[in-house]
């Protein structure tokens, strides 16, 4: 009997003798994961408005942000929900725990049984925080507010807790999330804060996961190096990087067998994708193949548009890893 996708990608992310590399790419191309995400809340409704060239909205975090009028996909904090620590007593989560808003989840997830099924979470606790408090004040935050930023963390962390429970019972098989971590060469804070601070609820909200018969997905940008080991053994089963080219790849797949971490990757967006150069893009797609197979997914990256990328340059990439995707034995 064929191998359904869902199996395809299930052994590459356990490094279990995957029979091809994983495939993720969108405009009705080879694809197979199903990814749903909770729907909107029936208690709030984003707010908009545009002064001059800039335009403002809300989330349902409570968070304003802004952006230029002329472009840019997700803007900046302008006004954070809690500017004030005095207002962490009365905060009110949104209600994203809500079992109403996982209904067309679920019924997206029962209709999709061969594809591998995904829940997208809203971050796990510092990508949720450092907006809430806005970047700045947050770093501060960590040093000289620790029992403000603890109580913080607790509530959010709880909340995703019953976010992943949620997805499980809909159906998910796995649940992913982003958290940038990382600048262009190091962490954003320092290896020992993010173990003694946010390991603890990495391994709080996997074992959460666990528990429910779901995985982990962590997608992060920059370098992250430092906290890899530390991010395997909370239980994180998957990395999704977009410049993977930045640990350099073959070092990069060393590592990952060493932890036993699946790779989620296109080529990369930063110095390879955006040359337009056909024979390096084919190049270091054939390249990452023959690296990191036995736990690999390849993906498109979804706004081309924003890193200055033809659509046939992403055409070249997804042709060569469509041909390690192509076997007798896999539907």
């Not at 472009?71 to 005095?86: I, K, M, N, S």
């Not at 029962?110 to 947050?138: D, H, S, W």
Request: hydrophobic letters at 40%.
């Amino acid at each position: 009997m064929p191998m359904t996708p869902r199996e395809v990608i299930r052994r590459n992310l356990e490094r279990d003798n995957p029979p091809r590399i994983g495939m993720d790419f969108d405009g009705g191309r080879m694809n197979d994961f199903c990814f749903a995400g909770f729907s909107p809340s029936e208690n709030w409704q984003q707010k908009r408005w545009v002064e001059g060239e800039v335009e403002y909205f809300t989330d349902e975090w409570g968070n304003v942000w802004y952006r230029s009028v002329h472009g840019g996909q997700r803007g900046e904090v302008f006004q954070p929900a809690l500017d004030d620590w005095a207002k962490l007593k009365d905060y009110q989560l949104p209600d994203m725990d809500n079992p109403k808003r996982y209904e067309s989840v679920r019924q997206r997830f029962a209709q999709e049984t061969e594809r591998y099924r995904v829940g997208f979470l809203p971050g796990f606790p510092f990508a949720i925080c450092r907006y809430l408090r806005k970047m700045e004040n947050y770093f501060a935050d960590l040093v000289l507010e620790r029992e403000h930023v603890d109580e913080l963390h607790e509530r959010v962390t709880a909340l995703l807790e019953r976010i992943i429970a949620l997805y499980a019972e809909a159906g998910a098989d796995a649940v992913m999330f982003a958290e940038d971590w990382g600048v262009q060469d190091r962490l954003l804070i320092h290896p020992s804060m993010w173990n003694e601070i946010f390991k603890p609820l990495f391994v709080r909200l996997c074992r959460t996961a666990r528990a429910h018969g779901v995985k982990v997905i962590m997608h992060s940008c920059g370098y992250v190096w430092d906290i890899l080991e530390g991010v395997a053994e909370a239980g994180i089963c998957c990395m999704q990087f977009d410049q993977p080219a930045l640990y350099g790849l073959e070092r990069l797949a060393a590592k990952l067998r060493e932890l036993n971490l699946c790779l989620y990757s296109p080529v990369d967006i930063q110095r390879v994708l955006p040359t337009g150069n056909r024979e390096l893009i084919e190049r270091e797609a054939h390249r990452m193949v023959e690296l990191f197979q036995g736990g690999f997914i390849a993906k498109n990256y979804g706004d081309l548009q924003g890193i200055g990328v033809e659509p046939e340059w992403d055409e070249w990439a997804y042709q060569v890893f469509l041909k390690y995707a192509r076997t007798d034995n896999v539907l």
